[in-house]
T-cell receptor, first 111, second 112 residues
């Protein structure tokens, strides 16, 4: 248990579905991150939030929509995904300028 | 692109020290070197980080060369549970916009 909790742990969805990934941290951190890890590829940063404000969008397609209602929660809303979006989605948090702590990830399969 | 270069794989005998090298020849003066590891299909686990001095914690030691162009992560007594992909990362940015750019890492296999 790292202090960063991601749900669900596994998700299977069709291309027409809408689903959401949730990330929660109670470490008092003020920055939260979404990463994507496709099979046999390095982790790719998707989004960064600092104090609930999005500060980085790494050219992510609009079918991925992040939401950060407060410093402790981060969501990734998914709609009309493609099979190539199947991947491990990882959330992380940090205190500004310090190490990032990762959750266990959500393994997503798009059929 | 990642600013570091690591060997794709290494082997180590259980109980021996594992020394994982990393090159970061373009590192800037205010950029930190971070090490994470990832066990299959789990989130990366923070190990250690440093700026220019050598660092040690309960998991590992980090040796950074004087010119800061390379570093070595040392696991003093490797166990089977240390089998993982180890990432050496130069953290870029500052003031809330820090980013970790992951490369392919080194797959360390600890053998009995």
């Amino acid at each position: 248990e790292t202090g960063v909790t991601q749900t669900p742990r596994h998700l299977v969805m069709g291309m027409t579905n809408k689903k959401s990934l949730k990330c929660e941290q109670h470490l008092g951190h003020n920055a939260m991150y979404w990463y994507k890890q496709s099979a046999k590829k390095p982790l790719e940063l998707m989004f960064v939030y600092n104090f609930k404000e999005q500060t980085e969008n790494n050219s992510v397609p609009s079918r991925f929509s992040p939401e950060c209602p407060n410093s402790s929660h981060l969501f990734l809303h998914l709609h009309t995904l493609q099979p190539e979006d199947s991947a491990l989605y990882l959330c992380a948090s940090s205190q500004q300028g310090e190490k990032q702590i990762f959750g266990s990830g959500t393994q997503l399969s798009v059929l | 692109d990642a600013k570091t270069t690591q060997p794709p794989s290494m082997d180590c005998a259980e109980g021996r020290a594992a020394n994982l090298p990393c090159n970061h020849s373009t590192i800037s003066g205010n950029e930190y070197v971070y090490w994470y590891r990832q066990i299959h299909s789990q989130g990366p686990q923070y190990i250690i980080h440093g700026l220019k001095n050598n660092e040690t914690n309960e998991m590992a030691s980090l040796i950074i060369t004087e010119d800061r162009k390379s570093s070595t992560l040392i696991l003093p007594h490797a166990t089977l549970r240390d089998t993982a992909v180890y990432y050496c990362i130069v953290r870029v940015g500052q003031g809330g916009s820090e980013k970790l750019v992951f490369g392919k890492g080194t797959k360390l296999t600890v053998n009995p």
